[in-house]
């Protein structure tokens, strides 16, 4: 039986395996992620995500107790950071998460962002599918602590909670690009220290200054205190409301085609990359281009091309 | 074609609190270019067998520092059998005397490193002896 199989009859050793086959980049994954597919799209997806020692995880971890409590299964996927220098990792979020190891109902997942810079993993949609297929209701994912423009997130989550913690800026960074634009809610969380009232307002404030027509989702700020388990019914409700309001509005159909808009071309320009890359890796052809641009013999400009036209099939000429 | 990418789960199973020696192991396999998933203090053998498999590591290592060595980590072997997972190797570190040692190996136990080793020699073993 392969490991698709496997996976619809609950093998939970199945699903781990798949998940490192996609995290390895195996040819054979794909075949297996073609036969799970038809078996997903039910899983409501949360993203986490905010700066570094906000919280994430030990919200993370109070949501999924809360989601316990409503008899939901849950899915987690916790992304920490690849070195960029040995390619090592330490994967730490499990930490916060312990208590739910050995409860049948969770399953947790800890990925290294090996190199991708959106605060997520590339593998991080298809072990979300594998979660999806092994019938989770719910899976969160806590994004890589994040900075400023750290947003791949929001296509991947039904509903994004971006969490912030006092002290960390003033109302003009509230108003800053990225991802403070992202979120559903936004939450502040160790609430009890000082200038949360402050950081809570700053965030309301600049919500209010943003252009709304009638109908748009209005993201509230809510306060929490992940570890005494303040907050968290509340924000529940809050992902629950956003839910409701992405299936009534019926904006839920523009986000998953916007979702499979760019899982389909994110996919394409990979594939289409590396048969090209394979090819002229192994005839040479790669080393010779470049070394010829970095003599000024070649520009860039005209070698991609060239290389473009004899791809297509078409001559440098049209492109 | 792609490459397996080692897996290792670092763990501290007991009560004891010490958990400076697993960080400094941790640190040494990160610097190796492992992924390291690093699960803390006060583990039951349960969940840490649990993570192991949802993780799906190549290998475990414990740190243990309370002489509770005899009873966790047999403990952690026999579970990973029950749930025919005997394919994922343990081993660990910590004060461990001499003469529990042939114990814990017949246990299941891979490798003890005592104090005094090296974090270089840990390294070595794991890439030496775990397979991914």
Known sequence: MGLAERILAGDLRAAARLMRDVDDGFASALEELKVLYPHTGRAYIIGITGPPGAGKSTLTDQITAAFRLQGKRVGIVAIDPTSPFTGGAILGDRIRMNRHADDPGVFIRSLATRG???????????????????????????????????????????????????????????????????????????????????????????????????????????????????????????????????FSSGRIDHFLREKCAVVFSEMLKDRLFSAVLDRITADGRFNSTVESICQRDHNPYSAVETMLAEFLNRPATSL | ????????????????????????????????????????????????????????????????????????LPRVCQLLKDKQAEDISVFCGGVIPEDDIPGLKAAGLKEVFTPGTSTEDIVAWVKANIAC
């Not at chain 1, 809510?222 to 956003?242: P, Q």
């Not at chain 2, 475990?60 to 509770?68: D, Q, R």
């Open chain 1, 116 to 246: 991708a810079l959106g605060g997520i993993s590339r593998s991080t949609g298809e072990v979300v599918n594998i979660m999806d297929a092994m019938g989770m209701d719910v899976v969160i994912i806590e994004t890589v602590g994040v900075g400023q423009d750290e947003i791949d997130i929001v296509r991947m989550a039904h509903t994004t909670a971006v969490v912030m913690v006092p002290g960390l800026g003033d109302d003009i960074q509230a108003i800053k690009a990225g991802i403070l634009e992202i979120a559903d809610v936004f939450v502040v969380n160790k609430a009890d220290r000082d200038g949360a009232d402050r950081t809570a307002r700053d965030l309301a404030v600049m919500l209010e200054m943003g252009k709304r027509q009638e109908g748009d989702w209005l993201p509230k700020v809510l306060k929490t205190e992940a570890s005494r388990n303040k907050g968290i019914d509340e924000l529940v409700a809050e992902f629950e409301n956003h839910r409701q309001h992405l």
């Open chain 2, 1 to 72: 074609m792609a490459e397996r990418k080692l897996r290792i789960l670092v763990g501290k199973p007991g009560l004891d609190g010490h958990d400076r020696g697993a960080k400094v192991v941790a640190r040494a396999f990160r610097d190796a270019g492992l992924e390291v998933i690093y699960t803390g203090l006060h583990q039951p053998p349960e969940q840490i067998v649990s993570a192991a498999i949802q993780e799906d590591v190549d290998c475990i290592g414990l740190s243990i520092l309370s002489g509770a060595h005899n009873t966790l």
